[in-house]
């Protein structure tokens, strides 16, 4: 009969996270995510074979939990609410939020991490292409090109650009930040076509 497993997987993603917050992303290592858990070296490679399996990990765990708030805003058909998400989740979660920008999705499905993991990276890009797709349909009737493409824009591609800057610096985005987003996401999405071309 095997043994119970002293330690869990969440015991060493919250280490991470931990970690992270006080001293920064890059300060996460194998050795020091150990020592946080009082865990033996070999038990954090055990579950993940290298320091790159183990924050690509904690990225998805944060992309997961992020998204699926995105996508409750779109089901509820607010999406304005979608678009305002991102820079109020960034201002609770300022140390998730540096996680984030340590990968991008293309990268770890074309990387050479475990097959898992990038199956589980496809799963969160289909069910947020499914959730954009959807509220295109419920807003415009159509789901083209165009229609996807102004639903990306408002509530994905602009919030993502109002806030980059301020998690490079470390600081949380002003309110003003939504005020901006909220005119943004009204032409875009309140407008007319002919309004926007």
Known sequence: MGRNA??????????????????GPAAVTITAVAEAVGAPVGSVYHRFPSRDVLM????LRVVASFQEEYLA??????????ALHTPRWVRRYPVEARILLMYRREELVAGD???????EVQEIA????????AFAARTF???GREEVGRIVFA????PYAAVLRYIRLGKKPPRAVEDYLT???DAIIGGSYEDIQ
């Not at 002293?6 to 001293?23: G, S, Y």
């Not at 690509?56 to 990225?59: D, L, M, N, Y």
């Not at 991490?113 to 199956?119: A, I, Q, T, Y």
């Open 141 to 143: 009737g159509r789901t």
């Open 73 to 82: 805003f779109l089901e509820k058909g607010d999406g304005l609410g979608a």
């Open 183 to 185: 005119k943004t996401y």
């Open 56 to 59: 690509a990990e904690v990225w």
């Open 6 to 23: 002293h330690f869990q997987n969440e015991d060493f993603i919250k280490a991470v996270l931990t970690i992270a917050a006080e001293h």
């Open 113 to 119: 991490g475990p097959e898992s993991l990038k199956f």
């Open 126 to 133: 289909r069910r947020l292409s499914d959730g954009v797709v």
């Open 155 to 158: 509530t994905i591609d602009a």
